[in-house]
């Protein structure tokens, strides 16, 4: 995240590439606490009370779905289509009344998840605090070396926003230690490689602990990290996996870095393959994840994220990455703005851009399209299209992506430029005849192109602009 991407048509800055450093601070011991058991006094805490415990839901825990299938499940057994936001600083740059406002945005605009940092070692302020500090300028530890010495009133915090996140039926992706980028000042793996894996195995189940009534908790090891010592992070998966094995494990590892090479031989405890690329490789790394043997659902967690201030980011090109995700096999898809992940925090980004008006950003609020229309389908029997399949001509734009139904029922294409013509060989879909409309992913709106024979090719072309003004469209071909 720090790092800074190649420079090509498809890398533009990303995350934390934009931001500088600070310095972390740390409080007062204070001991620790189950959710459930109540908490102990603190000292000088302003935070507000947290809300009751959450009704259970048939939406979690997410289940672990059986090779070989793909995609993630709901604690009913449907398929779960990931739409998650990016929040990393919510737990330290923004106050109770603002996690509302911000999960009431994200609710709103069709997001059903979203990452945040339980503790964080450099970008957290906005109220006269510092990281590792919360708004309430409260630290997560006494300890920086001890995750053992938690502080009540921080983590109170913590645990009112994962109470709401499931009021409202929100997935959280909790990054219980962000590692950050090489092992710096970024993360917490100094601090992890001084205490070792046996304090680290007890703060992870201290966590189980603390969560065990909270369903809604995908927990994500690493960040932007591949570690020096993977005990350090497998310790803290352990200890949370020593309380309950309900909930599911994703990794986070150094740009372009790849899960099931990186934790070969020792990938029992991963649910979930989360891709975190540099742009130039985002269709690369994809198609990867999905023709790998080793099958394990997937989806994007980091790339660009939205910024029309810093390097001109365009909402086309987010949408391009999300659906892209999504049409080579992905489980869903995470998307990030860079004003909003702050929450006005520190940084040296030059957007000025409150995080309450980058939420309504057009690329953030016309992904809620993408989850729309992949829901009024058999998304999970899409099968990303390859020159195997040859459903797409080969000789399409590279920027073009395409997925058909397994039995050709119907098939889902996106252009980043449809005023390009893209060919199909229709002969691919089961027909006889097959209905062809053109998506608006800005608006979730069709407009037909017409009923043909599903037989030899065709090409198809929009010159009208999409609603946002952008040339990018999708193509929905169903089989009648």
């Known amino acids: 995240m720090a790092q800074t991407a190649s420079t090509s048509e498809f890398s533009l800055p990303t995350r934390r590439e934009f931001l500088g450093l600070a310095s972390a601070s740390l409080g007062t011991l204070l001991p620790v606490c189950h959710v459930g058991s109540g908490m102990p006094p603190v000292t000088s805490s302003s935070s507000p009370n947290t809300s009751p415990s959450p009704k259970r839901s048939n939406l979690f825990p997410l289940r672990r779905p059986q090779a070989p299938h793909r995609f993630l499940e709901t604690n009913n057994g449907a398929s779960f289509f990931l739409l998650g936001d990016t929040a990393w600083s919510l737990a330290v740059s923004a106050s109770q009344a603002d996690t509302i406002r911000y999960l009431d945005n994200r609710k709103a605009k069709g997001f059903n998840a979203f990452t945040l940092n339980a503790i964080e070692a450099e970008f957290a302020g ?13 630290a997560p530890f006494g300890n920086a070396r001890d995750f053992t010495t938690a502080r009540a009133g921080y983590w109170a915090n913590v645990d009112f926003i994962v109470q709401q996140a499931a009021a409202r039926g929100l997935l959280c992706l909790i990054f219980p230690c962000y590692e950050g980028y090489d092992q710096g000042n970024q993360g917490w793996y100094a601090q992890m490689a001084a205490q070792g894996p046996q304090k680290l195995r007890r703060y992870g189940r201290w966590l189980g602990e603390r969560y065990l ?21 497998k310790a803290v998966v352990e200890g949370i996996r020593s309380v309950s094995g309900k909930w599911l494990f994703a990794w986070h590892g150094a740009r372009n870095s790849n899960a099931l090479s990186f934790w070969a031989g020792d990938l029992e405890w991963l649910d979930l393959n989360t891709i ?30 939205e910024n029309p201030v810093v390097g001109r980011v365009a909402p086309a090109f987010i949408r391009w990455l999300a659906w892209s995700s999504a049409l080579q096999g992905g489980t869903g898809v995470i998307y990030g703005d860079v004003a909003v992940w702050r929450f006005n925090g520190p940084g040296t980004v030059a957007d000025p851009t409150s995080w309450i008006t980058a939420m309504e950003r057009p690329a953030g609020s016309s992904l809620r399209y993408l989850r729309q229309l992949f829901e009024s389908t058999a998304w999970t029997e899409l099968v990303p299209d390859a020159p195997s399949r040859g459903w797409l001509a080969a000789d399409s734009p590279t920027a073009n992506l395409s997925a058909l139904a397994d039995d050709g029922s119907f098939g889902i294409s996106y252009a980043l430029d449809a005023a390009t013509p893209v060919t199909f060989d229709l002969s691919k879909l089961s027909g006889p005849r097959v209905v062809v409309r053109w998506y608006d992913p800005t608006d979730g709106t069709f407009a037909p192109d017409g009923t043909y024979a599903t037989a030899g090719t065709r090409s198809f072309v929009r010159n009208a602009r999409n609603r946002e ?12």
């Open 276 to 305: 975190y690329d540099s742009s130039d490789r985002a269709k690369a790394n994809a198609s990867a994840a999905y023709a790998s043997t080793i099958v394990k659902p997937f989806a994007r967690i980091e790339d660009t994220y």
């Open 213 to 233: 009534d909270y369903d809604n908790i995908l927990w994500v090891a690493g960040g932007d990290n591949n570690a020096a010592n993977k005990q350090l992070t």
């Open 469 to 480: 003004g952008s040339a990018d469209w999708a193509l929905l071909f169903e089989s009648t």
């Open 126 to 138: 906005g109220h006269g605090n510092r990281a590792p500090n919360n708004w309430y300028d409260e």
